[in-house]
Structure formats: C-alpha cells, structure tokens
C-alpha cells in the first residue's frame, strides 16, 4: 500500500509565502515523476509544477517565477516553494507521483488528499 501525505497549506495574504510538503510511503521500488496539481473552486484540476527523478522541472506559465519544485528521493518527498502568492492562487493542492510498487501492484500513479491553500487580497 502506497500513501502520499500532504502537509503545509493554510491561509495567507497576497504576498506572502506558504511551502507544502508531500511524502510518499509503504511499499515502493522507486518513484519516478513527482508533481503539484492545483483546483481551484469551481474548475478543473491542473498542474502547477512537476519534477524528474533526475531532477528536470516544468512548471505551469502562472507560476513560473514564483513557485519552486523540489524533492528529496531519499525521503521519497517533494515541496512546492510558493512565493508571491495570488487571490488567484486559492485552491486545493494535490500532489501526485509515480511510483513502482512491488508486484503484483506494479507502476501507477498515486494522489494525495489535497490540502486547502487560501490567499486573501
């Protein structure tokens, strides 16, 4: 069994700075591709940030320059650094990764709870 556990949303002002956390645990060989996604209220769930094993990173136009993605593959954790943040940023958070199981699990991809980010103006 895999979970992954999302820590560090909350409210904050426009401006300011928030980082979530989210550590991959239980049974796993490796984890490949690790990411944030993001729904707003009301719309769809998209990505914010992705990152490799290897450390290659692709971020969402909205948040390049302000948002940093990072992980640590020996704790199987990835953070997502938000500076500068926007009313328009407020939604909940979703980390998502990749992660190859033993069999007869195999590779597939796993989701966080989400965590609630909110920015006021």
């Known amino acids: 069994q895999v979970q992954l556990v999302e820590s560090g949303g909350g409210l904050v002002q426009a401006g300011g700075s928030l980082r979530l956390s989210c550590a991959a645990s239980?049974?796993?060989?490796?984890?490949?591709?690790m990411g944030w996604y993001r729904q707003p209220p009301g719309k769809q769930r998209e990505l914010v940030a992705e990152i490799t094993s290897g450390g290659n990173t692709n971020y969402a136009d909205s948040v390049k320059g302000r948002f940093t993605i990072s992980r640590d593959n020996a704790k199987n954790t990835v953070y997502l650094q938000m500076h500068s943040l926007k009313p328009e940023d407020t939604a909940v958070y979703y980390c998502?990764?990749?992660?190859?199981?033993?069999?007869?699990?195999?590779?597939?991809?796993?989701w966080g709870q989400g965590t609630q980010v909110t920015v006021s103006s």
């Open positions: 998502n990764a990749a992660v190859t199981a033993p069999w007869p699990t195999g590779p597939r991809d796993y």
């Open positions: 239980g049974s796993i060989l490796s984890v490949r591709t």
